[in-house]
């Protein structure tokens, strides 16, 4: 008989399997696949993989939220210190690299207007855009800057410093300006300056002047003579710099000669007589479209007087973006969507080729006046590399506003500096923050006779500025002064004396005396012109144009005042000077005034109280979310942050696609 197993029952159904410890806790687990699945990452290598993308985000989160932001720049109200979507233009005749506006391509779902050109602010070249074989001559996404936003929870804003902050009329659109007024301040816009005077004695106004580093970083762009145009000079047209003496119609032969090439300009003179002083000036003019056509047919310019001279005037490269109907470029219009493609070219169009092709379609910015300046600007900069033989004993640098002589005087046996002002045979006064004047200040500047050296000379804000070898010079009394004590305000236009002296027509002017000397290279900017206006519905303009129509008792358009900046004759008799407008605004506790350093156009502070309101909303939220709508200001819980610096600008197409464009890499100021 066979033995049973030990382990058998006696229904011969086979033995249980006694559960293991695992097994059984796993009967016993009544958590879900999901919470299984989160333990698993956690008792496993990969829980600290995941705790450091968290952390990293969460960090990522809170430096976004209150250290620094990175923003991308839209619009071109801040040009030319911050790009909005631009092109970048190398002028076809003189090498002068400037950037146009290009933000009206993309306004809209369908880009209806097509920049096809621009003008060079230095020869004023019309440089016509060759969009089908450059890919540098596409549209470049704006500056991206980096904003601090911990920058004003340390310390107070500050004038000039340029802000991020919450528009007033929709508070979820963010913008960019420069901070120029400041709280319980009354702040006036008149002539170009800015005026600020205390909110309980807004009679007491003075300039607000911009500290030196400021003033060389908003300045802008009127000439240079190292960037030449070989055309014009085979042409023979007319050096802008020209040997000079009073009471002459001509350049005298025996002074200044004028040597020009693709190099640059090259003055130099040989007195021969020590006591008499030898001057270089400036006169501002540029070829017509008819002679740059004659140039380049091979045609003579040397018939061009070479004293003939217009007004400097607030003039932006930026503002002047050529447009067309984009149905003249491509066969249909461009749509704006993100990955959208570009539609195929109109078989008309001439890529690069000249703006005649699309008839009278071309328009020169927004308004189609903007190939010039609207508004006369008189505060100047001067630059120049001098070189001054052993026998040299003086330098001088002018700058000429409303007939008004500001010099600066060096003696180069010892570099000590002097300014003056003068009116005729009379000498002004400087005067200081305290009320104290003096006729004349003093400094110790590095130049000296056989040495060469750069020189700067400005007349900005009200105050004069030297620099040598790009030192500022310190002086012992003050460099400032008040404009309006020396012409009234119907008095504060632009002189010229045929025959005599150009006076405003020639407003930069270097001179040397006693002995040989070489002008290597003359650089001039303009300051920034702020436009003073309070409502934008019309343009961005100084002129109260129904006065200037009682005045002159005739319609008087934009165009007829450009005309008349072309023609100094006329400039004393026009009535549009007394017609410039002056408004003021009034800043309580908590609120700051700022403005675009693009003026013509830039809606900012000054004129966008009640416009641009975003999409309505509920009206439980309308009140809070438009409080400040109609406000004429920033309050402070709308900052965002201060703009660092420039980190990424956009990268160059060719010739190696995505080359860092290094030359914008930079500290904002």
């Known amino acids: 008989m066979t033995r049973k197993s030990k382990n058998s029952n006696d229904t011969g159904k086979a033995a249980k399997k006694t559960p293991s410890r695992a097994e059984s806790a796993a009967s016993s687990d009544d958590r879900t696949p999901e919470q299984r699945f989160g333990d698993s990452i956690r008792t496993s290598a990969q829980r600290e993989t995941v705790e450091a993308f968290v952390v990293a985000f969460v960090l990522a989160l809170l430096f976004r939220a209150f250290v620094a932001e990175a923003f991308v720049i839209p619009t071109g109200s801040m040009a030319p210190t911050l790009m909005g979507a631009h092109k970048d233009i190398d002028c076809q005749q003189c090498d002068h690299r400037f950037q146009i506006g290009a933000s009206k391509e993309r306004r809209g779902p369908y880009q209806d207007d097509t920049v096809v050109g621009g003008i060079c602010p230095n020869c004023r070249y019309i440089n016509n855009l060759d969009l089908a074989e450059n890919s540098n001559a596409t549209t470049f996404n704006g500056d991206r800057i980096l904003v601090s936003k911990f920058a004003y929870t340390l310390s107070e804003p500050e004038r000039w ?202 328009r020169f910015g927004e308004r189609g006046i903007a190939d010039d300046g609207l508004h006369w600007v008189g505060d100047l900069i001067v630059e120049s590399e001098v070189t001054a033989s052993s026998q040299c004993k003086e330098l001088t640098l002018e700058l000429i506003e409303a007939g008004i002589q500001y010099q600066c005087r060096i003696d180069l046996t010892n570099g000590n500096a002097k300014l003056v002002i003068l009116d005729g045979d009379q000498s002004l006064q400087f005067t200081g923050t305290d009320g104290k004047q003096a006729a004349s200040v003093q400094g110790a500047s590095g130049a000296r006779a056989g040495e060469t050296f750069l020189v700067r000379f400005s007349n900005c804000d009200d105050q004069l500025l030297l620099w040598v070898d790009d030192a500022l010079v310190e002086f012992d009394g003050p460099t400032t002064f008040d404009a309006r004590a020396f012409h009234g305000d119907d008095e504060a236009y632009p002189r010229y004396q045929a025959g005599v002296h150009p006076m405003d027509a020639a407003p930069v002017g270097i001179a040397v005396r006693g002995g040989a000397a070489t002008v290597d290279r003359v650089k001039i900017d303009r300051d920034k012109y702020y436009v003073a206006t309070d409502n934008s519905s019309f343009g961005i303009f100084d002129y109260d144009m129904n006065e200037l129509y009682r005045l002159a008792q005739q319609n008087v358009s934009f165009r007829d005042i450009q005309d008349v900046m072309a023609r100094p004759e006329l400039w004393e008799q026009f009535p549009v000077w007394q017609t410039r407008r002056k408004v003021t605004f009034r800043l309580e506790e908590n609120q700051f005034f700022p403005m675009g350093d693009n003026s013509p156009e830039s809606l900012d502070a000054r004129c966008w109280a009640g416009t641009k309101l975003g999409a309505r909303l509920p009206d439980r939220f309308r009140d809070q979310a438009y409080a400040f709508a109609d406000a004429s200001y920033v309050p402070r819980d709308l900052l965002v942050g201060k703009a660092l610096m420039v980190f990424w600008p956009h990268p160059w197409n060719s010739p190696v696609p995505f080359t860092p464009n290094f030359d914008r890499f930079r500290f904002i100021r």
């Open 161 to 362: 410093d340029v802000i991020v902050f919450k528009f007033p009329g929709n508070p979820k659109q963010n913008y960019i300006k420069r901070l120029v007024g400041l709280p319980n301040e009354t702040i006036s816009v008149f002539h170009g300056d800015v005026y600020a005077a205390p909110t309980d004695e807004p009679t007491s106004d003075v300039i607000l002047r911009k500290p030196a580093d400021k003033l060389l970083a908003m300045r802008h762009h009127v000439y240079d003579t190292d960037q030449q145009s070989d055309l014009l000079i085979k042409s023979g047209y007319p050096s802008r710099i020209q040997p000079w003496r009073e009471n002459t119609s001509a350049p005298p032969e025996d002074s200044w000669t004028i040597d020009r090439s693709q190099d640059g300009l090259v003055a130099s003179v040989e007195p021969k007589n020590e006591t008499e002083t030898h001057w270089l000036r400036y006169f501002h003019r540029w070829p017509t479209d008819t002679q740059w056509n004659t140039a380049a047919k091979g045609g003579p310019l040397n018939t061009v007087a070479p004293y003939s001279s217009r007004l400097i005037t607030d003039f932006y490269a930026y503002d002047c973006y050529i447009t067309v109907p984009s149905r003249d470029v491509y066969e249909t219009t461009p749509s704006n969507a993100r990955w959208a493609g570009k539609p195929p070219w109109n078989p008309d169009y001439k890529s690069g080729g000249p703006l005649a092709q699309f008839g009278g379609d071309a």
